[in-house]
DNA sequence: TTTAAGTTAGTGAATATTCACTATATTTGC
DNA sequence: GCAAATATAGTGAATATTCACTAACTTAAA
């Protein structure tokens, strides 16, 4: 469990990260945000790596926590995958701040314990993709001509780059309208 | 042009960026593993952002002359698809030092001028795919119930997912074997 | 003789982290 | 119930290290 102050932490890197990059993401610059000490920052966490970590896992839960709900719907596979779709665009379009997170991999790739927390999290984010594929193949309502493995790729390939490019183009155009566009792109393609 | 020396650093940068990650490309690095002392550098750079643009400009390069080989093949719109989709992905299994820079937006994101190169050099390539798919919608190639953008969007979209994912998983399995089977994937995709 | 390309020896600024110390709660022993 | 002991969360100052970059000098070639 994390205390309010180790909330907090997290918290204003994950914005700090969002708004001024993860280079910008300095103890001195977060103490200064919060409005204490930075030697007052490793009465919370041992460690910046431990601070990346922190956020990491958080990802990680609330990523749990949306397969649960998905996992609860009733209904078709597509119209499951359909929810996910929409739900994960959602969450970025209200908070553009877990865009470049989820995206810093390159940097987390120097520290072996981040790089390997965020192969867990893409991983097991892709096999539910992939599970769900597998289920709308058995009961005919996705194609079963392509590999299942081939397809959750290009869902999540798709999510993806949809995803990153409207946070490389600084936000500009609408993202929960192009994101329907894509699902119903997708659609098609999984079914016909 | 380049001088020998200007070639020689911008191999080195790439090398290290490949390697040990772009936060260790620093002009100590960079001159240690030339050979010249770190001023030295400064004799072929003015900065080290300049550096980074010209690597930049490398790939822009780079992929312009892939863009220009594709037009001038001959046969149907899907064979250049799978041209281009295989070509890069070759490239990348080759060299995989290049899958690092190319991955390395975020970080290229604090400096405006290297985040506008960026962007050029993905819309390009974006832009060319979508010329290809028109192109193929009109002569019944490519199926014409799903717009174009969205189909480039896909095929963009696995493309990268999968050399990001095998960069990631310190490139064990096989990219080319998987890239194959993405393809055909694709092709049968884009065509019912 | 000029100039390009190198050198040594520095610069200030930034980095994560540690130090010794303090004010304020909270818990414990009597 | 209350003093003593301890825990929590903070402080300013300093640490060693790294960063991009510069000033001034040297060498060699054209």
Same mark, same amino acid.
């Given at each position: 469990?994390?205390?309010?102050?180790?909330?907090?932490?997290?918290?204003? *890197?994950?914005?700090? !990260?969002?708004?001024?990059?993860?280079?910008?993401?300095? /103890?001195?610059?977060? *103490?200064?945000?919060?409005?204490? *000490?930075?030697?007052?920052?490793?009465?919370?966490?041992?460690?910046?790596? &431990?601070?990346?970590? +922190?956020? =990491?896992?958080?990802?990680?839960?609330? %990523?749990?926590?949306? #397969?649960? +709900?998905?996992?609860?719907? $009733?209904? %078709?596979?597509?119209?499951? !995958?359909?929810?996910?779709?929409?739900?994960?665009?959602?969450?970025?379009?209200?908070?553009?701040?877990? /865009?470049?997170?989820?995206?810093? #991999?390159? !940097?987390?790739?120097?520290?072996?314990?981040?790089? #390997?927390?965020?192969?867990?999290?893409?991983? *097991? $984010?892709?096999?539910?993709?992939?599970?769900?594929?597998?289920? @709308?193949?058995?009961?005919?309502?996705?194609? &079963?001509? !392509?590999?299942?493995?081939? =397809? +959750?790729? /290009?869902?999540? @390939? +798709?999510?993806?780059?949809?995803?990153?490019?409207?946070?490389?183009?600084?936000?500009?155009?609408?993202?929960?309208?192009?994101?329907?566009?894509?699902?119903?792109?997708?659609?098609?393609?999984?079914?016909?």
């Amino acid at each position: 469990m994390l205390t309010e102050r180790q909330e907090e932490i997290i918290n204003k *890197s994950i914005e700090i !990260i969002a708004t001024q990059g993860i280079q910008r993401l300095t /103890i001195k610059n977060l *103490s200064k945000e919060i409005g204490i *000490s930075e030697p007052a920052i490793y009465r919370h966490f041992e460690s910046k790596t &431990d601070i990346l970590l +922190a956020i =990491l896992q958080n990802f990680q839960e609330v %990523s749990l926590y949306m #397969e649960k +709900a998905v996992r609860d719907i $009733k209904g %078709s596979v597509i119209g499951k !995958i359909e929810f996910i779709f929409s739900k994960i665009i959602e969450i970025f379009s209200q908070e553009p701040s877990h /865009i470049s997170v989820i995206f810093s #991999e390159e !940097i987390f790739k120097n520290e072996v314990v981040l790089k #390997e927390k965020i192969v867990e999290i893409m991983s *097991s $984010k892709q096999q539910f993709i992939e599970n769900l594929i597998v289920e @709308g193949q058995r009961n005919s309502e996705i194609r &079963d001509d !392509i590999d299942y493995k081939t =397809l +959750a790729l /290009i869902v999540v @390939g +798709a999510l993806r780059f949809i995803v990153k490019q409207w946070d490389l183009k600084n936000q500009h155009n609408n993202l929960i309208e192009e994101g329907k566009e894509l699902i119903e792109g997708l659609k098609l393609i999984l079914t016909t």
